[in-house]
C-alpha cells in the first residue's frame, strides 16, 4: 500500500463501554494518507477526518470497491 491507494478498514460502529466487550464492526472506504511498515499503524482520511489505524485492519480496495464508491459520490451530488 502507498499514499493516495483507496483502502478498505474496519470501524467500530457503536464505541465499546468495556475493551473486553464484543464490538460490532463495518468496513469503510478511505484515503490512504500516510503508511510506514515498521509503525504497522496506517494514516487515513475518511470523511474530512484523519484516523489512525492498525495495520491488521486495512488492505488495499479492489475494482468493486471503488465501483461502489463511484456510484456513492455520484449520487451524493
Not at 499514499?3 to 467500530?12: I, P, Q, T, W, Y
Amino acid at each position: 500500500m502507498k499514499a493516495g491507494d483507496l483502502v478498505r478498514f474496519r470501524k467500530e460502529r457503536w464505541k465499546r463501554e468495556h475493551p473486553e466487550d464484543c464490538g460490532i464492526w463495518d468496513w469503510k472506504l478511505g484515503l490512504l494518507v500516510e503508511y510506514h511498515t515498521w509503525e504497522k499503524v496506517a494514516t487515513i482520511l475518511y470523511e474530512g477526518e484523519i484516523l489512525r489505524i492498525a495495520a491488521s485492519f486495512v488492505e488495499k480496495a479492489g475494482k468493486k470497491d471503488e465501483l461502489m464508491w463511484k456510484s456513492k459520490l455520484q449520487n451524493n451530488e
